[in-house]
């Protein structure tokens, strides 16, 4: 049996080395990496800025503290947070966002198909769940400091079920998470009251919930599509 040559041996060794030091560079390498957002480069991400200009506040934000601006049609409105808008979170594989829900409001069916969403309840009572590629339906009353996780890629909503204005923040594992919206994909405006009307009869058809029960006061005329 012909023995393998020296060659072959070298290229060998050549392509593991080289293999050891991709996957050692598969993470950052640098210590941060502040969005540069005075360039503009078609890069999976955004380049960064000068090591020797990066200051603090590129790491903090009050882009969240305040409520958002409560769109009067659907009394809720999503403000997501990624790293074009908070130059720190660059290349960090993260994004944030603030929710406020009006009474009576809900965020319609969608999903991130780049991240999983991390969803934590600041203020007021909130239904919040996903629904599984089983068409398992996956829901809890979600009180201040409680959490739910929405995996990567599956359909999730939410629904303000108290009597207050709901405030809830959510990080996600993505640059860039991205959403897809049922509602905004497949109904037109004038559609989206029977679309919500459909979705709720849905929710309590494979409600795991036993005694599931919207607050008197929770008609839902309104909602937010994203």
């Known amino acids: 049996m012909n023995k393998p040559s020296s060659s072959l041996i070298f ?11 991709a996957v050692a560079d598969s993470h950052n390498v640098f210590d ?3 969005t540069a957002t005075d360039r503009i480069d078609f890069v999976n991400g955004f380049p960064c800025k000068n090591p020797t200009v990066v200051r603090t506040d590129d790491f903090t934000s009050a882009k969240l503290t305040g409520p958002v601006n409560t769109d009067d049609r659907f009394s809720s409105l999503v403000k997501v947070v990624t ?8 290349s960090l594989g993260l994004s944030i966002s603030r929710t406020d829900l009006g009474t009576d409001a809900i965020v319609s069916p969608h999903s991130h198909p780049r991240a999983t969403e991390m969803f934590f309840v600041n203020q007021g009572i909130v239904l919040a769940g996903f629904i599984d590629t089983k068409n398992r339906l996956f829901q809890e009353f979600l009180k201040p400091g409680d959490v739910i996780v929405f995996p990567k890629g599956l359909l999730h909503f939410c629904l303000n079920s108290g009597y207050e204005t709901a405030t809830i923040f959510s990080v996600y594992n993505s640059q860039n998470p991205g959403v897809v919206n049922v509602n905004g994909a497949m109904f037109e405006p004038a ?3 029977h679309f919500i009307d459909m979705f709720l009869d849905k929710l309590k058809a494979l409600s795991s919930l036993p005694n599931l029960k919207f607050n008197p006061n929770v008609t839902l005329p309104r909602y937010i599509s994203l």
Do not use: E, T
């Open 83 to 90: 790293a074009a808008d908070f130059p720190g979170l660059n």
């Open 191 to 193: 559609d989206s009251s």
């Open 32 to 34: 941060s990496c502040p």
């Open 11 to 21: 290229l060998l060794l050549v392509f593991f080395s080289c293999l050891g030091i």
